[in-house]
């Protein structure tokens, strides 16, 4: 089914978004901003709203998760919204008990580690994401020409949580599954492909016009495990999006030996983080995809004529592609000052018109 007459990409309110050109390839004459976890713990109103609550009550209240997402568009000027969620939100709408602890993040207290295991999962109902289909609506309602992009985990980070009960460092015991039993390996992903891609799907027909997949934890595997073992289910969660022409695109940590293998999922753009050059980036990817990034995020404390360089090589390198979408190397750290992303927002709107 293609999307709707009143999505905000076929009435026209965000076709002509500098994001959105700048996704599809068409190099805007303002260089579009937006900041991975943008809608956080660094703003003072976030703070506020939240006040202890649970985090994934708030993901899937659309009221609050509607309100979150606008909040950082409101104060910073950026040029997209990315809806607010977390990685896990699919995970539990198919039935899997999973909590966000304080300071830990999601915890799984009975891990998936075997076939019984992985046959115990279960489809994800439909109608379990309204509360999603809503909470997009109300925001793309209130965003009008401001694009908002979806959310959603990949499916090796998906399965990371599952198999670890809860984040990892190294991934250990998932890259231990991985090669120990790539029967069950290859069930698990296809479900987390499955669930993680038809919430995206659910975000994209309420009026997302893009889709972003993150893959947090994709930097422990090798070149040659991601191309076997992973880069499949990662396009089967993109595959969900099959018939609704919106741009996709990929975000992963330590991503730089394998973006030869993300341009092959099919993506408009991708996301580098900070540790790879934008113009390296651009090599890897053989010149003709968009980029997005790549500030470090260390460097939102330096002072402004550090933080002033180092966005202005950013820019200069983004130029090697042929559009770049300004962001983070990966998320807005909790103690950042809000006004350093305002002001980064503003520099790069006047310097890229300039």
Known sequence: MPLSPSHPLIDGRTTQAPLI????????????????RQAGRSLPEYR??????DM?????????????????????????GIFFSDIVVPVLLAGVDVRIE???GPVIDAPIRSASDVLRLRPIDPDALAPVREAVALTVAELGSTPLIGFAGAPFTLAAYLVEGGPSKDQLRTRALMHSDPHTWAALLNWCA?????????QVEAGASAAQLFDSWIGSVSQRDYLRRVAPHSRRAFDHL?????????????????LTEIKGLGVDAVGIDWRLPLDEASEHLGGDVPVQGNIDPALLSAPWPTLRAHVDDVLERGRTAPAH???LGHGVPPETDPDVLTGIVRYVHGESQG
């Open 56 to 80: 994934l009550q708030a993901c899937l209240t659309p009221e609050l998760a509607s309100e979150i997402t606008l909040q950082p568009v409101r104060r910073h000027g950026v040029d997209a």
């Open 242 to 258: 099959r018939g609704l022409e919106v741009p996709k695109v990929h975000f992963g940590l330590g991503t730089d030996r394998i």
């Open 102 to 104: 304080a300071g830990r």
């Open 48 to 53: 506020e709203l939240r006040a202890g609550g």
């Open 194 to 202: 499955d669930v993680t891609g038809e919430f995206l799907r659910a």
């Open 21 to 36: 050109r700048a996704y599809r390839g068409d190099r805007p004459e303002r260089t579009p901003v937006w900041f991975m």
């Open 325 to 327: 979408v300004v962001n």
